[in-house]
């Protein structure tokens, strides 16, 4: 959900609070006066912007690290503010600025959302862009959805736009079958599009289900599906074939499975290198998103030389 401008200083003060009562506060390298800092805060700063995605008008400040309580360890002051609105807490880091405590220990030379990243499977799945992009988003749909489809033009801009490439988009099936009855047969058909067609057929027919959505149920379904792969000149016989098949099924519910492993509850959800975030979004916020990941990145690459 979208925080209306008159709501973001509370928004940002609460999590602020929730920060400092976890022990922990999150910072952003974007936005506000630059201030001085050594590698150490530098490292801090960009871990933890990373890790909870503050917005760019939050201003941060790290303080000079004091003595701390136990050997090893040292405490930090942080000064975060967003307008005239400012809350200073102090966190504990280890003394070789390695880690902080977040009732763990966090390592700061490794990417918080790499674990997360890792449990993807992007074999075989349909998707645009470069391999290679510094940015990659899979997103986690469900044809009858309706964020879902409002969520289609959002990603058409970005992967149109200058943005695209830098980015690697992957579909990946999410139906909810609980309310959403014709959501499975569905991503079933579009596995089977894939499948006889390719891509291309894949990405006709994910067009035509948020195209058309208000005119598919679950008893109209298959005819239609049908007599769209007749139309688009797919051979229709290994078409019906593979929907009554058991392997598109199994493709279908392996990205069911494999999102609710890694915290997908709801749709449209985006994965964006690595870092769950739930929700539609518009265009713009999309784009400062994936504008944070590409600034993070290039970051992470200056901190270790490269």
């Not at 960009?46 to 760019?56: K, M, V």
């Not at 075989?124 to 391999?131: L, M, S, V």
């Not at 409002?150 to 309310?179: C, N, Q, Y």
């Not at 390719?198 to 035509?208: E, Q, S």
């Amino acid at each position: 959900m979208r925080i209306p401008i008159s709501r973001r200083s509370t928004a940002i003060a609460l999590v602020a609070v929730a920060l400092a009562a976890a022990g922990i506060l999150a910072s952003t390298l974007l936005g506000g006066a630059p201030t001085p800092r050594d590698g150490r805060s530098l490292s801090l700063e960009l871990f933890l912007r990373r890790f909870y995605g503050l917005p760019r008008s939050v201003t941060v400040a790290v303080g000079a690290p004091k003595p701390g309580p136990a050997a090893g360890v040292e405490t930090v002051p942080i000064t975060v503010g967003e307008g005239d609105r400012t809350q200073t807490i102090e966190i504990i880091r280890t003394t070789d600025g390695r880690y902080v405590a977040l009732a763990r220990f966090l390592d700061l030379a490794q990417d918080p959302f790499a674990a997360t990243a890792a449990r993807i499977d992007l074999r075989d799945r349909p998707g645009r862009g470069e391999p290679q992009a510094a940015v990659t988003i899979v997103e986690y749909s469900d044809f009858q959805c309706p964020y879902c489809r409002r969520m289609s033009p959002v990603v058409e801009a970005v992967m149109t736009g200058p943005l695209a490439r830098d980015v690697r988009w992957v579909f990946k099936h999410f139906p909810l079958r609980g309310i959403h009855p014709w959501a499975e047969p569905a991503a079933i058909a579009a596995e089977c599009a894939r499948e006889v067609g390719g891509d291309a057929a894949f990405w006709k027919l994910h067009d035509l289900y948020f195209d058309q959505q208000e005119v598919f149920t679950p008893e109209n379904h298959r005819g239609r599906v049908v007599r769209w792969a007749r139309t688009e000149g797919l051979p229709v016989e290994r078409f019906e074939a593979c929907l009554d098949s058991p392997e598109p099924k199994a493709r279908v519910q392996a990205d069911f499975a494999e999102g609710q492993a890694i915290g997908v509850d709801s749709t449209p959800t985006l994965v964006i290198n690595g870092r769950v975030t739930p929700g539609l979004k518009s265009v713009e916020e999309l784009s400062a998103l994936i504008d944070q990941e590409i600034a993070y990145q290039r970051e992470r690459r200056r901190l270790a030389g490269g």
